[in-house]
């Protein structure tokens, strides 16, 4: 009896023992069959979440932001202690007790499926476990998929704190709303930092994980505080918060940006522009567009937003004034259907679909609005985003619109969408609603420091919302006459002075398309001149035959230094401005004219960090000798040496300051451009005057605009680029001026200066004075020669076919010498685009 018994319980254990091994050797190869190809759980530790990447302004204010993922990496030490309770009473209360998955929570949710036929099912997964589901699986549902997850849970759980699990969840999470992580849905949902959330507002956002599209706070309501006070009992019940704090979290409302009880922090943000989008691009290629979207980076950006405001105004005025004085209306080209005028809350909704700009402030703020009625003298209409009062009526009378040609009637329709401004007067008081329209016409302006090379201004278009082409970096336009000072530059260097005569006379040129007949834009020409004049009035044929002596070749070289031309093609016509190039350029190029012939860079960007504030790059290379230095001696202050290589000789780069301040003070922008302090710059206007320049700095600030429609065409009879541009240049440094003020050009030791008589080139006693008296900067052992005139090589006597084919319409002239000479008919703009004329 006691051998069966034995036998009996022998077999059991056998049995049991066979089976347990059974089990172990089955879990065993479970384990090594669904493990063996798992994703390394090592990858977490060096693992880099897709963040937000920003841009700041000078004074560290936000001013635009990029991310592929709104999501901003906060530490596990800055998460508060709340915010972390919230979400382990929500998503796992034995988070600091489990090592990597519970048990009993599956067990739990088991038999609760069970009892409830399927209707009550719930998940049983760890935050550990939601780590490895989000980071290295797929989001598959299948038991295959749960089996890995045990098994990477674990294996994390022994290589890493709960901390750091904790916060790889915490700032992985989605959220809702675009948002990633805790701490950006805190700035979604309450435009609060986490330091800053409430017991009941963390629980809110520890709600949202499991069904963040059900639990909206508005459209969702009664679900959303359900969730956040079922939350909110479990914080209590874990002893996270008191009983007082319970009830009244529990019991108060849920306040958010999205039931408008909070302000959206985007409002706070600028309007994208310009200038961040030209960040954007430029950093995207330079770190790759992964990371720039999704790296976190820290952007110090150069812009000076007083300044930006400027230039945008500036540019925008002169965009309108001119769009004005073509008297024709366009509108927007947006229409609405009838069977919605007739219902303010139907017009108001359709309007707010309507694509058409709506960050102009022009003037005042730009409104899209909708023509109501059309009457005999009054145009009735519907304004996005504004009340009607009787103080401020819904109206636009007919003399609004008299600058406009055609019919009142013609011009508009009951259903037209267009712009309104309100019109003010002196006093600040409401006139009358007025129309606006964008213009055809665009433009650019750029402003930069003449030393450093940080962009303070930019403005690629009238409008970013109608247009984000940005004109000053992208849009290839001829220079016209604004390049002609790199043609003096290069003479200059080659020997020849301000003083130095050329010869003003009518020249042809045979090339492939046929004879080129270049003329000055006055129409005349002028015999013997100095050369310093030949840059103020912007003399074409003076620069032509000064190319043709100094070469060509050597001009291009000099452009190509400068950044202009990436490879200038070496015709005659390139000296007047007939390749493109962008304002961006252009202006880095006079940039270095003012700085006395230094290479400068322009960036957009002083700064970029990554998201642990590691420095990625840094604009500014100079070195600080003294920086570390406590205390200085009075009077001294920190020594910085510059490592900026020289592009030009300080004083041909005085010389054609010199040259291009009398453009101002008495040449080709001297009517427009009228400032406190000296300022020395060029004019630039094409053939047809399908592109206006003006390009102009002081003694620190340099900054350029041009014009011109989009796809090229004649802007009008008397277009010039003093004329059009010379006024946005004003607009723009008399602010410039009075914030970063300016003083007199530096002015080379080593400059010899002698008087000349600025009409014939002659040297003049010293002391003499007189508006004929210009002090010329030489070099210093350099005599200047007398009585030298350069023609280039271009015949000048009366046997030149120009002068045979036109003798009929030959005509007298008085030179700015005095003498007579004999000249063909008007010119033309030309028959072959040259490019530059004034």
Known sequence: MLRFILSFFGGIFSLLFLGLLMAGIGLGGVLYLYGRDLPSYETLAQYTPKTISRIYSG???????????????????????????AFISAEDKNFYEHQGYDAMGMVSAFVDAVQSRGENLRGASTITQQVMKNFLLDGSVSVERKLKEIILATRIEGTMSKERILELYLNEIFLGQNSYGVTAAALTYFNKSLSELTPGEAAYLASLPKSPSNRHPVRDRDTAIFWRNNTLREMFENGYIDAETYERERNGPLLTVQGGDYADFREELPDRDYFTDEIRRQLSQNFGEEEFFSGGLSIRATIDPDLQKTAAHSLQQALEQYDREQQIWRGTGET???????????????????????????????????????AENTLTIGIEGVEETEAEPFVVPR??????????FENFDPGDVVHVRRLLNDEGNFVRWTLRQVPEVQGAFMAMDVNTGRVLSMQGGFSYEQSVFNRATQAQRQPGSSFKPFVYAAALDSGYSPATIIVDAPIEINTPQGTWRPRNASNQFYGPTPMRTGIEQSRNLMTIRLAQEVGIDT??????RFGVYDDMTPVLAASLGSNETTLFKMV?????????????????????????????????????????????????????????????????????????RGVVDRGTASRTVNLSVPIAGKTGTTNDAKDVWFIGFSSNIVAGCYIGFDTPEPLG????????????????????????????????????FINIDRFTGGRLPDGVGGDNVVRECFRPGEEPLFGIMFDGG????????????????????????GERVTVGDRATFGELSSGGLY
Not at 67 to 72: D, I, K, S
Not at 401 to 407: E, L
Not at 794 to 817: H, I
């Open 59 to 85: 004074e560290g204010q936000i001013i635009d932001e990029f991310a592929v993922e709104r999501r901003l990496f906060t530490p596990a030490e800055e998460i508060p202690d709340i915010v972390k309770q």
């Open 336 to 374: 609405l259907p009838e069977n919605v005028l007739s219902e303010e809350t139907l017009w108001r909704a359709a309007l707010s679909e309507v694509n058409v700009p709506r960050n102009i402030d022009l003037g005042g703020q730009w409104y899209p609005a909708v023509i109501l009625d059309v």
């Open 399 to 408: 003399e609004d619109i008299q600058w406009t040609v055609g019919d009142f």
């Open 555 to 560: 001009i291009g070289r000099y452009a190509e």
């Open 588 to 660: 880095a190029a006079y940039a270095m004219f003012a700085n006395g012939g230094e290479r400068v860079e322009p960036t957009l960007v002083d700064r970029v960090q990554d998201r642990y504030g590691n420095t990625l790059y840094r604009h500014d290379q100079r070195d600080c000798l003294d920086c570390d230095e406590l205390a200085l001696p009075a009077g001294e202050a920190p020594r910085i040496i510059t490592n900026r290589s020289r592009v030009m000789n300080e004083i041909t780069a005085y010389q054609l300051t010199s040259m291009m």
């Open 717 to 752: 009879r008397g277009a010039s680029g003093g004329g059009y541009c010379g006024p946005v240049f004003t607009r723009f440094m008399e602010e410039a001026i009075e914030k970063y003020g300016s003083g007199p050009f530096r002015v080379p030791q080593d400059c010899q």
């Open 794 to 817: 271009f015949a000048m006597g009366a046997d030149l076919p120009l002068f045979e084919e036109a003798d009929s319409q030959r005509r007298q002239v008085t030179t700015s010498t």
